[in-house]
């Protein structure tokens, strides 16, 4: 190894990926447990209760129904972290074997596959999500799907980049020449290759994923009440603003630390692995 | 250049022909008939015979994709479903005020993001330069309806400063009234953004200062000031234009929620009304609209940076 890369390989660990890999770590574990571990039932209706502030009975205050703000938004927080993490799956198994196959075929493949992405991307994201969720009735797995389809693009085309440039070195040649399958090539050889950039970016990604996703919840067209989404919880409790803020802050608060933690992962990992990619736009 | 133009702007011709059939295919192919999604679930046979009459839902749908297309190129809309009004004349309104709404929050974003990023650039290092860079990363995460509801319950419940919801035309109330219906959707929609373009600018900028022309021209005594503006800027900017196309994006999305948040009348608010009220010919057409208008928008900064760049204005690429 020379003296560059062992530099390289010590380079530390940014602290906000250490921070932001901490807040996630928590966040998830609370996502998958929260339905459990939730003071109250988080669809009971307590007429009694009705918008109580926070307090040591309920931390997060009552809704308009009297729920428990803080047990809804336990019961809730797996939607977002289904909608990041889903959708950027989505987006991964159908935009990276597409860039794979422009990259190694060229000429007509390549033409049809890109001028396909060209045209979805000439869409603004969010008529992406309408259009879908505008002809079918709204639900959590659409709303991932509509989002996941948003961002395949972007996957197709940094694939197929970064494939282009692996694909033109000495060993691709040597394994073309040993008379590998296309399959193993692209699989065995490419693959491994391009996926530093593809994990960067794809970690970048989860954020915008959970932006696009809460932001269809917010206007109705993700999973449907009495659910929890975060996003749904805020625009619901858009009537009440005036009498019983938290309604809306609590959960507009665990959103944005989620958020911001997330990206903190993706903004880490990137200085981490891929400092040239600084400032690289998002969609 | 112009060869360069005429093929962008060709491009965009196909792009909103294919968007065309795509959204009526989306629309007229997907499982369900259109007249149950008019009418809903529980409608009469009569009724669905007749509303599928009425809108000629019996003809074959090439037929009824060319009779919308003809009357799109001819600026006929049709008219809506669910209001008594021609599409054309709800949407240009709609229109107008979206406009104003997104040409504001662009242009603030434009200059923030900007100022804010040559800032950082030129002061690397500096406090302000890591507090700008960690309220970047945290920005840039937290959604416009977040920022819409705080700035509700802020401005307009606690301190009473400004109007929470709606909209008053600029010819009817004045200047000032109309702005402060504008304000806060503005801000709303501008701090992503901002901290977006402000981050790009930032690191373009900085790769420009590091680059031999900055270095020749500080080297034969060019005052610092001039080696910035005239020199590393220009360059800075291409991507910061790139970039703000790709938010023209972003920001048509925000422009859609926060118009449902502060009860906006405006494109994204009719969009949202034609999904909820099943209004097919408002809906078809709202989202032509809207992709015609970011294609225009995608063009614009494709023709200012090909503009900027000799490369693609002397037509060495493509």
């Not at chain 1, 931390?59 to 809730?76: M, N, P």
Request: charged share 15%; glycine share 8%.
């Amino acid at each position: 190894m020379t003296a560059v890369a062992q530099k390289r390989r010590r380079r530390h660990v940014p602290l906000i990926l250490v921070a932001g890999a901490a807040i996630v770590v928590v966040m998830v574990l609370l996502g998958l447990i929260g339905p459990w571990i939730a003071p109250y039932d988080p669809t009971m209706f307590a007429v009694r209760s009705r918008m109580q502030p926070p307090s040591g009975l309920h931390w997060f205050g009552t809704d308009e129904f009297g729920r428990d703000v803080l047990s809804r938004i336990l019961a809730g927080g797996y939607y977002s972290l289904a909608m990041g993490f889903g959708a950027t799956a989505i987006s991964l198994v159908i935009g990276v074997p597409l860039g794979l196959i422009a990259a190694f075929y060229r000429g007509w493949v390549d033409d049809v596959i890109m001028r396909i992405i060209d045209l979805m991307i000439s869409l603004p994201p969010i008529l992406v999500g309408l259009l879908i969720l505008a002809v079918t009735s709204p639900g959590l797995g659409k709303t991932i799907v509509a989002v996941g389809l948003v961002y395949v693009p972007i996957m197709t085309r940094l694939t197929r980049s970064v494939a282009l440039s692996v694909l033109a070195q000495d060993f691709i040649e040597a394994a073309a020449a040993r008379r590998e399958k296309t399959v193993y090539i692209l699989w065995r050889e490419v693959l491994p290759n391009v996926w530093p950039t593809i994990i960067v970016e794809a970690s970048l990604r989860i954020t915008f994923a959970i932006l696009l996703g809460s932001a269809l919840s917010f206007l109705g067209l993700g999973p449907q009440p009495p659910a929890s989404e975060w996003g749904l919880m805020i625009a619901e409790s858009r009537p009440f603003l005036d009498r019983a803020p938290w309604i809306g802050l609590a959960p507009g608060l665990c959103l944005c630390v989620l958020l911001v933690a997330v990206n903190f992962v993706g903004e880490g990992l990137r200085d981490l692995l891929d400092p040239r990619m600084q400032g690289r736009g998002h969609g | 250049m112009l060869v360069y133009a005429a093929r962008r702007i060709l491009g965009m011709v196909v792009v909103l022909f294919a968007m065309s059939a795509v959204v009526f295919a989306a629309i007229h192919l997907l499982p369900g008939s259109v007249a149950h999604m008019v009418l809903g679930e529980y409608a009469t046979a009569e009724a669905v015979a007749a509303l599928e009459l009425k809108l000629g839902l019996r003809d074959p749908i090439l037929v009824q994709y060319w009779r919308w297309l003809s009357g799109v190129l001819r600026g006929e809309f049709g008219q809506a479903l669910s209001i008594d009004q021609p599409v054309a004349r709800l949407i240009g309104g709609a229109l107008e005020r979206s406009a104003a709404l997104g040409g504001m929050s662009l242009l603030l974003v434009a200059i923030m993001g900007i100022a804010l990023g040559i800032h950082s650039a030129v002061h690397r290092g500096s406090l302000s330069d890591r507090v700008l860079t960690m309220m970047q990363y945290t920005l840039i995460a937290i959604p416009e309806f977040f920022w819409c509801t705080v700035a509700i319950i802020v401005f307009a419940v606690w301190l009473g400063w400004l109007p929470a919801t709606g909209y008053t035309p600029l010819a009817d109330a004045g200047l000032l009234q109309w702005l402060r219906h504008l304000i806060l959707p503005v801000v709303c929609l501008s701090l992503g953004l901002t901290a977006h373009v402000s981050r790009m600018v930032r690191s373009s900028m900085l790769e420009a200062i590091e680059s031999r022309y900055v270095l020749a021209a500080r080297a034969k005594g060019v005052p610092e000031r001039l080696v910035l503006l005239r020199h590393a800027l220009p360059n800075a900017m291409l991507p910061a234009i790139t970039v703000l196309a790709i938010d023209a994006g972003i920001l048509i999305g925000g422009i859609v929620v926060a118009e449902t948040v502060f009860s906006f009348p405006g494109l994204g608010s009719l969009l949202m009304y034609a999904i909820q009220n099943h209004d097919i010919p408002l809906l078809q057409a709202g989202m032509l609209v809207v992709t015609a208008v970011y294609s225009l928008a995608t063009l614009a900064a494709d023709l200012a940076s090909a503009m900027l760049n000799p490369r693609i204005r002397l037509g060495a690429a493509h």
